[in-house]
């Protein structure tokens, strides 16, 4: 007999230890401001980062989802991260906000 595979428990969003922005958002260059976002991965510091930012690695550098929340984590783990895996020329998708 086949087994049903269990669902992970459920987690509430709001016991995430994040947030996401409280700001409304009228109109913006998603494509400019991503393309500042990428010119600084090279050099990456915790003043480039909110106070409440989140980064969901989907397999890119860790091979599994993780998260990482607020900017000392995040940027712990982008520095050992990019030692070990050398990311370069990072380039946006003409006209999108996509790397």
Not at 11 to 28: C, R, T
Request: glycine share 4%.
């Amino acid at each position: 007999m086949d087994r049903i595979p269990q669902r992970a428990p459920a987690f509430p969003i709001a016991d995430l230890p994040g947030s996401l922005p409280q700001v409304n958002i009228l109109e913006v260059d998603h494509a400019a401001l991503a393309s500042a976002a990428v010119k600084r991965l090279g050099s990456l510091n915790a003043d480039h980062l909110a106070d409440d930012a989140i980064w969901r690695d989907t397999f890119a550098f860790t091979g599994t989802l993780r998260t990482f929340y607020g900017p000392k984590c995040i940027l712990a783990a982008w520095t050992e991260l990019a030692k070990i895996h050398r990311p370069a020329n990072f380039a946006l998708i003409p006209n999108t906000s996509m790397i």
